[in-house]
């Protein structure tokens, strides 16, 4: 069945049991070298059998292990091949690899990746400026981006690169509670540049963030409910 697959095709292996006296032929088309051995793959004298409800069955022959799995149409799974015995459970293996392929898709569509930010000075930039601009980095780094500063030396300022070292190494500082230098300041053509990352992570800041604004909606909600009402009283008649 296998001969006439390309060479350079993964390869496949189709499984199957025969469940005696009902003629139920049981297979698995697709499972990959990498996947755990299955059923009849299972290729040593006895297993610690777990059940398909996650029950502690105990040591049995591989042959009562699958005697166990065709009984109940289901698979034998070796989930711990390394150990002694090894450990095998009865489950639908469909099933299963579904559901894994299932949370991998999930994790990789909830993958937050880190942005790498630019950020520009002029060697003669003024304190209002700077300070728009750090306050720029610090939002950057807050949310879990890299940021990439960039000091511009323009005519002769190139003449004077420790200006430019000093403007970063003081930006540096003035940032670090929320990140740390990754890339040194270097020059790099009429420009030097250095890279700060941040002490969070992309996930976590952002995990953060949510938690920072729900504990701000539910203290505007609270405010709103305690808020007392005035009643006006009627005035008095004379």
Same mark, same amino acid.
């Given at each position: 069945m296998m001969a006439g697959l390309p060479k350079n095709l993964q390869f496949c292996a189709f499984i199957g049991t025969f469940a005696h006296g009902r003629g139920h032929f049981r297979h698995v088309i697709g499972a990959? /070298?990498?996947?755990?051995?299955?059923?009849? @793959?299972? @290729?040593?004298? %006895?297993?610690?059998?777990? *059940?398909?409800?996650?029950? $502690?069955?105990?040591?049995? @022959?591989?042959?009562?292990?699958?005697?166990?799995? $065709?009984?109940? !149409?289901? !698979?034998?799974?070796?989930?711990?091949?390394?150990?002694?015995?090894?450990?095998a459970k009865i489950m639908d293996y469909g099933k299963f690899k579904y559901e894994a392929a299932q949370k991998v898709r999930e994790a990789r569509k909830n993958q937050v990746n880190t942005v790498l930010k630019t950020v520009r000075f002029g060697l003669k930039i003024d304190d209002h400026d700077y300070g728009t601009k750090r306050g720029q /980095? +610090?939002?950057? &780094?807050?949310?879990? !981006?890299?940021?990439?500063?960039?000091?511009?030396?323009? *005519?002769? +300022? $190139?003449?004077?690169?420790?200006? *430019?070292? #000093?403007? &970063?190494?003081?930006?540096? +500082?003035?940032?670090?509670?929320? *990140?740390?230098?990754?890339?040194?300041p270097s020059i790099d053509g009429r420009n030097m540049v250095m890279v700060i990352g941040p002490l969070k992570n992309k996930a976590d800041? #952002?995990? %953060?963030?949510? @938690?920072?604004?729900?504990?701000?909606?539910?203290a505007a909600a609270a405010s709103q409910t305690t808020e007392p009402t005035v009643s006006a009283e009627p005035a008095e008649q004379n």
């Open positions: 990959t /070298i990498s996947d755990p051995r299955i059923n009849e @793959r299972i @290729r040593v004298s %006895e297993v610690r059998l777990v *059940g398909p409800a996650g029950e $502690q069955v105990g040591v049995v @022959r591989i042959e009562e292990a699958l005697r166990m799995a $065709q009984e109940a !149409d289901l !698979d034998l799974v070796e989930v711990a091949p390394n150990s002694k015995p090894p450990v /980095i +610090e939002k950057f &780094l807050k949310a879990g !981006d890299k940021v990439k500063v960039i000091v511009v030396f323009r *005519g002769r +300022e $190139q003449s004077r690169p420790e200006m *430019g070292i #000093k403007l &970063l190494q003081k930006l540096a +500082e003035e940032v670090n509670t929320l *990140g740390s230098v990754e890339s040194n800041a #952002k995990a %953060e963030a949510k @938690r920072a604004a729900d504990k701000a909606n539910s």
